[in-house]
């Protein structure tokens, strides 16, 4: 598949978006827990302004992907069938929810609303909290899903992406909360920290079993089947036209296999050892920027691995797009 | 219900692209135009064809098959183009089967075109909106044509006549005749798509001669004096 | 968007439906053009057209693109004063100063020297035209594209069995068992062949098909016989003799309707030898056949005449005449001829396999023999037999310029018109059919101008500028047997030269030799690029100048609807119409489009304006025949004859009250009358009425056998297609090629050759067929260049007619040279890469496409589709100058001097039939630095005035209207 940058912003920026929301969220249940000092509302509020910002800047990149932009809006139409449909109905809404916590927690809206059990104090933060996890864990469900359901794709037709998306997401959002608190020096780096790691080594397990999967993987079409003829030797010589097509341009990626094989080694690199070892080495130094640039490194590797992952996909019809004479 | 589809026949197609332009000159000023073309006058020329006709070799010198290939929109009973559309544009016309797209509703966000495993969906890089093939909708479906102009713009061209036009659904229409009875096939079955258009394979006519059918008594040879007597010497002459 | 089933196009705008003929080929399909508010919406193909039945190709359906093409010319221009030719500078003129430049220049050409005017055409369609303002005109040069196409197969058939392919007849695919295809042969009558295969194959018949390469239609064949370029005549000669030994050809149909059983004289020291004994008794005169020659009665044992009822003769031995003639009998001379092409000698020569050739051979004799067809239908013979059924042998052959592009092609079509012969097949049902006005004499009776005394100033050429040598004395030489035309046609390096040699007439004006002319006229065709050999070296001699600052051509005429690379080098240029925008005749007497039921012929009528200032080309000629007072043209008093071209189609006759014009359908004051007949002033209306295609379907008692069919010959010398009702038995042995060679020999009383041509004409004039390697391949070392180098036309393509198509381009906008893997391999590149073909001649660079559908000594790429820059209206960058090249580079349109001289045609030596195919070339891998395009490149040529601006980088074409936005 050709890799689209609208795409790819769009997915790293949400993803990035909706993990430093989680982010919050997780540290004000810590905080509820009391695992964690509880933190000023004004912390949560500004994270929640940059989750939103990010998602605001992933929906706008998306716009760039549509060819009739002003007709975004008809894409709400047929969520009974379409994934994108659906993402482009929990997108706002994981963004009003993200808003609403944020503003809550900015207007300090913390009076308990009502208890469950003996001490805790649901307030409309946590609910907003709760109810935007559960939205955003829709959204990454939602937008994988758009990948995920193209059996076609059959790189792309495996819960592993729904489980990468999700966990890559999430990772590079705790990155940026880890990378927040240091930027405000606040003593939540290393929690953050902490939880990017985990999330980046699931990532990484799920992310190396995805590219294990396809390695190994069979496709089920072939020129063969592509055209009807059995016969060991079938090659195709022309496709019907010798200066492209849109099948030319958008199902491959137009880059050599040596550059593909760089970029999947870019982003194993750039998402996985450094923001852990930038992250290990900000616990030793208590450097503030090292987890600033952890969160960097990370997002310029899930852009490389967003980029791989298109092109990894090989799609059937490129079967019939060969050859040109 | 009714299920129209075209039925192409590879054992006589010779890759003439016929169906190839006279589908873009039908369309390109019909109900599904225009189809764009960029640079048409300069490097790459591009532009949108709902058919094209591909070439491929089978087999290895010198029992290579040449096989020329048109492919369309193959109208998919379960046509998974349809439901990952987004806005509806993208739809299967419950009347005769038909796959269409409402250009108004059309965001160009080229999904179904990824959901389509046979590259049928090209998108207008100017109107940025998703185009195929229609089977001429509005040729097949309008009554001021005469019935034999009633049908696809490419089935009309056709100098070899590869390309049947009719109700798939119908056991008696001539496509699913030929199908049944000429071995029609759908492409990528695999995916369970269930093309309606089918294609009929290559068949062979060969001849076999017996040793025996060379020769026969009425052999024009036998008409002729083969061994002509010049006046040379012979046994005739030298043995009693 | 609207509900597509309530959308119609009549409610979108006002529709019209006008009827014409296509011209995207030289097929000429009927077409309907669908108007829209009178702009073209939508072509397809009249379903009730004789040829096309409905059907249209890709080149048909993209007509749009033609006509809306930016790369039209629309206004006559004259190269600026000072600007160089070539440099394609040009201002713009009106036509009446274009009119009298020309006039003024060519009336005194024709009052001083009218051979100095040389006319030459592409693929016009309108050779009746052309020819006559010719020979009007009183210049011998003037020709059409038919040299370096396919008059081999023109020549080498009609010399054989008075009939040939495509518009002059054709395989019966309707009634054929067995079709074999020998060669590229999708160029010819593209439509109708396609419909009439795919029939064929539904029925289950069997599809052979012989090419080095297996694509178009040899796709769909049952069997691929992967042959060596050039080698067709070394397996058709094994085919025939294998079918001679196992007696599987057709000894009734040999004796009665051909010369197989004649007797030939066979003394090498008579000066007759090798001629047909004629028995002396009365015979008329005439270009026929005399029926006046001798059989071997079988019974008696004595000569007796042919065609004696009763008689069955011998077709082999040797027989000595009463007056002590040694004889024998026309087919023994041929059975002697092939016993030395044993399967065993063509398989290396062809690479086919023994066992294949003989299998071939054993398909085709047992299907002839055993599949016999037998239709109710009764006729009579020349010789008042009555038949009760017309029979035939269901084997069909087709081929056309797969095989004639070759230096061997005429004596290797004459192989094939053999095959066809002995297996009985001419002109019978599943055979090969003719189609009128075919068949004709063998050869057919129009002769050249005899002498340079033909050529007098304002005096029409005595003869027909081109016609049929019979003899040594129908050629048109000079006292020293040298040529007279500027294309040395009918001279004796190329005596049967009946299409001309329009391929050598630049390099011969340009060498002045065999002299200097004035004026080139050139009508659609493109001599600066794809159809001319050597093409590098052509465009320089087009800019030449003598030492005095003179072109050594002086003046340069173009005419042509678009910008080609041959209107950068005119003078003055042209703009002709397009085929939507004109009149045309497509007339019997020229090449119609008959069927092989009966006549047909077509018009086209204009359905649009002409764009711009464009003016057909019949009506520049038409007038310029006026402004020059040709007798044609002109009346008694000196006036103006016709008032434009539709005037002259329809009031011209070929003489005053011949009833015979150019037109066959409704003729006659009335209309009532058809192929002769008064002048009809509403022939036009009459024609538009009926789908704009006269088809006359001839009684079915007439529809076979017509070489030898008395009522046929009757009623076509009744409506003036032939001019004897005599026989035309077929030259399985060739009476007409001996004379030649006796001349040669110096046995002949008449003409003879100049010493340096006896050696060649006494080779390659052999009565009877024998294969030759290609005359390239015999002066080529095969180990430097061990690869046979073919074009061959894409479908979508008509030559170098479509690039300036927007849609037909994006199918081809550049081409690759297609070669056998091994040939990859062997030479050290890849599938793609960049690589350098290269002959004697020259070499281009260009890119390689692996393909298992080529045998390993071939290579080709699809013909003209790389263009010099800027042409037809592309950009400078367009893929076709960039990406597409022209193989044309390296051939060459003369052969290394020789004993028989300094510049022979590059050509058959018996037609002149450009021998495209015989360049031998080798591959290698371009330099790793090497730019990444086509070489040789030329300067871009820029937009010409008058040419419409540059469309932008989109084209949304609706009706007529570019750019609406949804």
């Excluded at chain 1, 769009?10 to 990035?16: D, E, K, N, R, V």
């Excluded at chain 1, 199902?251 to 852990?276: K, Y």
């Excluded at chain 2, 049944?180 to 060969?206: I, S």
Aim: charged share 20%.
């Amino acid at each position: 598949m050709h890799p689209a940058f609208s795409v790819i912003f769009l997915t790293t920026l949400i993803g990035a978006g909706q993990g430093l929301f989680l982010a919050m969220v997780t540290g004000q249940l810590y905080a509820i827990a009391r695992f964690l000092p509880v933190q000023a509302d004004r912390f949560y509020a500004v994270g929640s302004l940059v989750a939103l910002i990010l998602l605001l800047a992933g929906l706008a990149s998306s716009f760039f992907h549509l060819g009739r932009p002003e007709r975004a809006w008809r894409a709400a139409a047929k969520w009974r069938t379409s994934w994108l449909s659906r993402e482009v109905i929990v997108l706002p809404i994981v963004m009003a929810l993200v808003f609403a916590y944020g503003i809550a927690h900015w207007m300090a809206w913390t009076q308990p609303l009502f208890r469950v059990g003996e001490s805790l104090q649901v307030d409309a933060t946590l609910l907003l909290g709760l109810l935007g996890t559960l939205a955003s864990f829709a959204l990454f469900v939602c937008t994988a899903m758009i990948y995920a359901g193209v059996k076609f794709l059959q790189e792309w037709h495996t819960p592993l992406t729904v489980v990468n998306f999700t966990f890559l997401g999430a990772a590079s959002g705790f990155m940026l909360a880890a990378a927040y608190s240091a930027y405000i020096g606040n003593p939540l780096v290393t929690f953050f920290g902490t939880w990017a790691v985990i999330l980046t080594l699931v990532g990484l397990i799920s992310r190396l079993a995805h590219l294990s999967r396809n390695a190994h993987l069979k496709h089920k079409s072939s020129v063969q089947t592509a055209i009807g003829v059995r016969h060991t030797a079938v090659v195709q010589k022309a496709q019907g036209a010798t200066g492209g097509s849109f099948n030319t341009r958008e199902f491959f990626h137009g880059r050599s296999e040596s550059t593909a094989g760089t970029v999947r080694l870019v982003f194993l690199v750039l998402v996985f050892p450094v923001p852990i070892l930038l992250i290990g080495a900000a616990y030793v130094t208590a450097s503030p920027t090292l987890p600033i640039l952890a969160f960097v490194a990370q997002y310029v590797g899930l852009m490389a691995e967003r980029w791989s992952f298109f092109a990894e996909a090989r799609h059937p019809q490129n079967l019939y797009y060969q050859s040109v004479a | 219900m009714t299920q129209l589809a075209l039925v192409i026949d590879l054992n006589v197609c010779v890759g003439c692209h016929a169906c190839v332009t006279s589908c873009k000159e039908w369309n390109t000023s019909g109900w599904a135009g225009p189809m764009v073309d960029q640079n048409p006058y300069d490097g790459s020329p591009t532009g949108t064809f709902f058919n094209r006709v591909q070439t491929f070799e089978v087999g290895v010198y010198p029992k290579t098959e040449t096989v020329h290939f048109p492919k369309s929109c193959l109208h998919c009973e379960e046509p998974p183009c349809v439901p990952v559309c987004p806005t509806g544009a993208s739809y299967k016309r419950p009347d005769n089967g038909v796959v269409l797209v409402d250009y108004d509703k059309c965001i160009g966000c080229k999904y179904c075109s990824w959901a389509c495993p046979y590259g049928a969906r090209e998108l207008d890089e100017q109107q940025q909106v998703m185009k195929k093939c229609t089977l001429c909708i509005d040729r097949i479906t309008d009554a001021k044509l005469s019935d034999r102009d009633r049908r696809p713009a490419c089935v009309l061209a056709c100098p070899t006549s590869a390309r049947l036009f009719g109700d798939v659904h119908d056991p008696d229409s001539e496509v699913s005749i030929a199908i049944r009875e000429r071995g029609g096939y759908q492409l990528m079955p695999e995916w369970g798509t269930k093309p309606a258009n089918h294609y009929l394979p290559r068949r062979k006519t060969v001849m076999h001669i017996d040793q025996d059918e060379l020769t026969r008594v009425d052999n024009p040879l036998r008409k002729e004096d083969l061994t002509t007597y010049t006046g040379e010497e012979t046994l005739d002459d030298v043995a009693w | 968007m609207q509900d597509p089933v309530a959308y119609s196009d009549s409610l979108v705008g006002r529709v019209e439906v006008k009827e014409t003929t296509c011209y995207m080929c030289a097929c000429r399909c009927g077409i309907r053009v669908h108007l829209r508010d009178g702009e073209v919406r939508y072509i397809d193909g009249n379903p009730n057209h004789p040829l096309n039945k409905g059907v249209i190709c890709a080149k048909g359906s993209s007509g749009i693109m033609k006509q809306y093409s930016p790369g039209r010319i629309t206004q006559p221009l004259r190269r600026k004063a000072g600007a160089e030719r070539g440099a394609s500078e040009f201002e713009v003129i009106s036509w009446d100063e274009a009119f009298g430049m020309l006039t003024e220049r060519l009336a005194k050409l024709r009052a001083e020297d009218p051979k100095k005017f040389a006319l030459f055409t592409g693929r016009d369609q309108m050779q009746a035209l052309t020819g006559m303002f010719a020979k009007q005109f009183g210049t011998p040069n003037y020709a059409a594209h038919g040299g370096f196409c396919s008059v081999n197969m023109a020549a080498g058939l009609i010399y054989t069995i008075g009939g040939s392919f495509w518009e002059f007849g054709g395989p019966d695919l309707e009634r054929a068992k067995l079709f074999v295809m020998i060669g590229t042969a999708e160029d010819h009558h593209s439509n109708p062949l396609k419909i009439d295969i795919a029939a064929f194959k539904r029925r289950g018949g069997r599809f052979i098909s012989v090419n080095p390469i297996r694509t178009g239609y040899s796709a769909i064949a049952d069997e691929w016989v992967p042959i060596k370029p050039g080698t067709d005549g070394a397996l058709l000669l094994a085919i025939v003799n294998e079918i001679i030994k196992q007696g599987l050809y057709d000894r009734e149909f040999l004796v009665q309707y051909t010369n197989s059983a004649e007797l030939v004289i066979d003394d090498p020291t008579r000066d007759n030898h090798g001629l047909f004994y004629r028995a002396e008794m009365h015979i008329e005169e005439g270009c026929f056949d005399p029926q006046n020659k001798l059989w071997w009665d079988r019974e008696l044992n004595i000569p007796i005449s042919t065609h004696t009822p009763g008689v069955e003769p011998r077709l082999m031995g040797s027989y000595t005449l009463d007056d002590g003639t040694p004889v024998k009998p026309a087919f023994q001379l041929l059975k002697e001829r092939v016993e030395q092409y044993t399967a065993e000698w063509a398989a290396p020569i062809t690479g086919i396999p023994a066992e294949t050739i003989r299998r071939l051979a054993h398909e085709m004799g047992v299907t002839a023999r055993d599949q016999k067809i037998e239709l109710p239908i009764t006729w009579t013979d020349c010789w008042d037999n009555e038949h009760n059924s017309v029979t035939g042998n269901p084997v069909a052959f087709h081929a056309m310029r797969g095989m004639a592009a070759h230096s061997n092609g005429f004596q290797t079509i004459r192989a094939l018109g053999i095959l066809m012969t002995v297996l009985g097949t001419i002109d019978r049902p599943g055979g090969f059919r003719h189609k009128a006005p075919y068949p004709r004499p063998i050869p057919p009776c129009p002769k050249p101008p005899h002498g340079p005394e033909a050529v007098q100033p304002n005096t029409p050429l005595d003869g027909m500028p081109l016609g049929w040598p019979a003899k040594p004395e129908d050629l048109f030489v000079d006292a020293d047997g040298e040529a007279v035309r500027i294309d040395k046609a009918f001279s004796w390096e190329y005596p049967l030269s009946v299409h001309g040699l329009m391929h050598n007439v630049i390099t011969n004006a340009w060498r002045g030799d065999p002299y200097p002319i004035d004026t080139l006229l050139l009508f659609m065709a493109n001599m600066a690029w794809n159809s001319s050999m050597n093409t590098s070296e052509v465009r320089k001699m087009l800019v030449d100048k003598q030492p005095n600052g003179e072109y050594k051509i002086p003046f340069l005429v173009v005419c042509d609807t678009f910008a080609s690379e041959t209107v950068a080098f005119a003078d003055l240029v042209l703009p002709d119409t397009s085929y939507l925008e004109r009149h045309d005749a497509l007339s019997m007497l020229d090449r119609p489009i008959s069927e092989f039921d009966g006549p047909v012929d077509a018009v086209r009528i204009p359905v649009l304006p002409p764009k711009g200032e464009c003016k057909p080309f019949q009506d520049v000629l038409v007038e310029l025949g006026s402004r020059l007072k040709l007798p044609a043209f002109t009346n008694a008093d000196g006036s103006r004859k016709y008032r434009d071209y539709p005037d002259l189609i329809v009031n011209y006759e070929t003489s005053p009250g011949s009833g015979i014009g150019f037109l066959a359908g409704w003729r006659g004051k009335s209309g009532d009358q058809f192929l002769k007949g008064e002048p009809n002033p509403r022939q036009w209306e009459m024609y538009a009425q009926n789908g704009c295609v006269f088809h006359h379907e001839l009684p079915r008692s007439y529809q076979y056998m017509r070489n030898w069919n008395k009522g046929y010959l009757h009623w076509a010398r009744a409506h003036g297609m032939i001019r004897y009702a005599e026989p035309i038995g077929l030259h399985l042995y060739s009476e007409v090629l001996q004379k030649f060679r006796l001349a040669a020999q110096g046995k002949w009383p008449g003409r003879q050759p100049p010493e340096r041509l006896r050696q060649r004409v006494e080779t390659y004039f052999d009565p009877l067929p024998f294969y030759y390697d290609p005359l390239e391949t015999q002066v080529t070392d095969p180990r430097r260049y061990p690869l046979n180098a073919l074009t061959q036309r894409p479908m979508a393509m008509y030559h170098s007619w479509d690039s300036q198509n927007a849609w037909l381009r994006q199918i081809h906008s550049h081409n690759y040279l297609f070669l056998n893997p091994r040939v990859g391999l062997e030479n050290g590149f890849g599938d793609g890469d960049w690589i350098w073909v290269e002959s004697p001649h020259g070499r281009v660079r260009c890119m390689c496409r692996f393909s298992e559908a080529v045998e390993p000594g071939t290579v080709w790429t699809w013909n003209a589709i790389g263009k010099a820059a800027g042409a037809w209206g592309l950009g400078a960058n367009a893929d076709e100058s960039r990406k597409g090249f022209l193989l044309n580079h390296v051939i060459a349109e003369e052969l290394p001097p020789s004993a028989a001289g300094d510049h022979l045609s590059n050509s058959d030596p018996i037609t002149g039939q450009a021998a495209w195919f015989d360049v031998r070339v080798r591959v290698y891998k371009a330099a790793p630095g090497e730019e990444k395009i086509t070489s040789p490149q030329f300067k871009p040529m820029p937009r010409l005035p008058g040419q419409e601006k540059p469309r932008g980088k989109w084209q949304a074409y609706v009706a007529g209207a570019f750019g609406k936005k949804s």
